[in-house]
């Protein structure tokens, strides 16, 4: 028997849907009303599940791994179960896995059904008897190829309002641009040429959340994800969500009640889920969309991977640890995802703020020298800047030697990017890993070649038996990247002082070339001493002049290490156990 729903859900739910319709909002929350009410009986069987140190998500293409007779749903399956990583992986974010027409599934044809060239619900089913599963909604636009985007230009009046139109003659100076490609884009329609709103591309049409209809349409979608296995739900470009000429349309109030309001239907019919906004900002606007806790539960930690890479590239890290002393706690009941790779590139808007324009400037011809392109956006003023870094993480640390970027040196390259991961890993919060992190995957410029977009650089995909001989080869990088982080992986799931919640203390370590952090379990049971050398050099520290506390055990150094540890090698990372 389902047990009844909050009564205060209903007022809550008023509330929010006043903020956004007005008069019109009676009528949309007896809509929403009867969905939640059809669907409470179908999710009552979800558990509540708590975030804890075991909690690792990686990201990864529905057709990551492929083989023939297969579907390639079933092959990342097979790939993460053999090689055991169901054991060191909580989660598993496919990427869209629906139809699509363009940007690699994020031009979604068909929410509620997953693309025939991936396999079929059974196919995510299974996976999810593994893992935890994340899907993106995809909520800021759909394909041009949509059914509602075809019955739109048909002139069916039930889709009238699903889309933007604005007059091409209206001012958009205002409107916060991501890309460079023009705002409004020309479509033929029954009623002739109107000019629609595309924030991304003219493939992707932004959906009109002003219309009722749309948010239902969107919550449905979200209810049907739950019912499907979905704990976390990424809701893709959410900022940009709302749009109001005159303004610039990016964080406005009405996107956060938007927000709000699928936590609050999320929360009533399945405790434990996720929501996870993605919006690559500065972090102040990022950390926005926790709300006061009662919006999401998770964003991204979009600085630390520029950030990073620019500490392991430099070996400086005073940038890096200023902004990990400055960083506030973020609301009970929330955390941060954080990573440094992703399908996407490494967004550099999180910098604003953060970082001297000439330094940024050589982290530009750094991420160049080592082949990787730089993607631009558009500014009010009609410039461009910068926008995000396309190169793979791992090919981003590369240490480049006399020869030039083709010829770099693979021991210290996967000895800096294990001490970068390392460190990402030991931070408050929930870890992500992109699938090519995993195994060091180096640029895909053959891909860029094929696709004529950026972004391929690090979008490569694997037979399985290509994949499977690469992390079997202990003659190649992958293979040495692919067992270093299984270990971290390991040996980071049994640290409770990891914990996503528990304590995060900066300490102050008199190398610029080193970040020390104190990580303290949430039962004070267990203190962790993280030191990390990003320099080219040795580095000695007085350890127990730090936090007056002797050592017991580096956990990732042999198992006959000594109990006190005063020298970090180049690009080592010490997870010290302390008495």
Request: charged fraction near 25%; proline fraction near 7%; include cysteine.
């Amino acid at each position: 028997m389902t047990a009844p729903l909050d009564p205060s859900l209903e007022g809550c739910l008023r509330r929010r849907l006043e903020h956004l319709y007005g008069d019109r909002a009676e009528q949309c929350l007896t809509k929403l009303l009867a969905m939640i009410e059809q669907t409470a009986p179908k999710l009552a069987s979800r558990r509540k599940t708590a975030w804890d140190q075991r909690d690792v998500v990686l990201i990864t293409y529905g057709d990551q791994v492929q083989s023939p007779g297969a579907s390639p749903l079933a092959c990342l399956r097979e790939f993460l179960v053999s090689r055991r990583l169901d054991a060191l992986l909580s989660t598993v974010h496919v990427l869209p896995f629906f139809p699509y027409s363009s940007d690699d599934g994020f031009s979604v044809i068909d929410y509620r059904t997953v693309d025939p060239a991936l396999g079929d619900w059974s196919d995510v089913g299974a996976l999810g008897g593994d893992f935890d599963l994340m899907f993106d909604l995809v909520i800021n636009h759909c394909s041009r190829q949509s059914r509602w985007f075809d019955e739109y230009a048909k002139g069916n009046p039930t889709y009238a309002s699903y889309f933007i139109e604005v007059d091409p003659a209206a001012d958009v100076s205002m409107v916060t641009r991501p890309r460079k490609h023009p705002l409004l884009s020309p479509t033929d329609t029954s009623r002739g040429t109107r000019h629609l709103w595309t924030t991304f591309s003219d493939d992707q049409i932004d959906l009109n959340f002003a219309e009722p209809d749309v948010l239902l349409e969107m919550i449905d979608i979200l209810l049907f994800y739950l019912r499907q296995g979905a704990r976390i739900i990424r809701l893709d470009a959410i900022a940009y969500l709302w749009k109001e000429l005159g303004t610039p349309c990016i964080h406005l109030p009405e996107t956060h009640t938007v927000v709000k309001l699928m936590r609050d239907v999320t929360d009533a019919l399945a405790p434990g889920t996720i929501l996870l906004t993605e919006t690559n900002v500065p972090h102040e606007e990022n950390a926005s969309y926790f709300g006061r806790g009662d919006e999401a539960q998770m964003v991204y930690q979009f600085s630390l991977a520029p950030l990073l890479l620019e500490a392991l590239l430099s070996g400086n890290t005073d940038l890096l640890v200023d902004w990990l002393t400055r960083m506030e706690p973020t609301p009970p009941g929330t955390t941060v995802l954080n990573f440094t790779a992703s399908h996407d590139g490494i967004g550099v808007r999180p910098l604003e703020g953060l970082m001297r324009p000439d330094r940024f400037d050589r982290l530009i011809a750094m991420v160049k020298e080592r082949g990787g392109r730089v993607s631009m956006k558009r500014n009010a003023d009609g410039s461009q800047s910068p926008y995000e870094l396309n190169i793979t993480y791992f090919d981003a640390v590369a240490e480049l030697n006399d020869a030039g970027p083709d010829d770099p040196d693979p021991a210290i390259q996967v000895r800096r990017f294990l001490a970068g991961q390392a460190l990402m890993l030991s931070l408050q919060g929930i870890p992500a890993v992109y699938f090519h992190s995993l195994i060091g995957t180096p640029n895909d410029t053959a891909g860029v070649e094929r696709t004529g977009r950026a972004r391929s650089i690090n979008r490569r995909k694997f037979e399985l038996s290509e994949l499977t001989s690469l992390v079997e080869d202990h003659d190649r990088p992958s293979a040495a990247v692919f067992e270093g982080y299984c270990r971290l992986l390991r040996i980071r799931g049994a640290q409770p002082a990891f914990h996503p919640d528990a304590d995060q203390e900066v300490i102050p370590v008199d190398h610029r070339s080193t970040v020390g952090l104190l990580r303290t379990s949430i039962d004070r049971e267990q203190r962790i001493l993280v030191l990390c050398n990003f320099g080219r050099e040795a580095v000695s520290i007085d350890v127990a002049g730090l936090t007056g506390r002797v050592p017991r055990k580096d956990l990732l150094g042999p198992d006959d290490a000594p109990q006190a540890i005063g020298r970090l090698e180049p690009y080592q990372v010490a997870w010290l156990l302390l008495g």
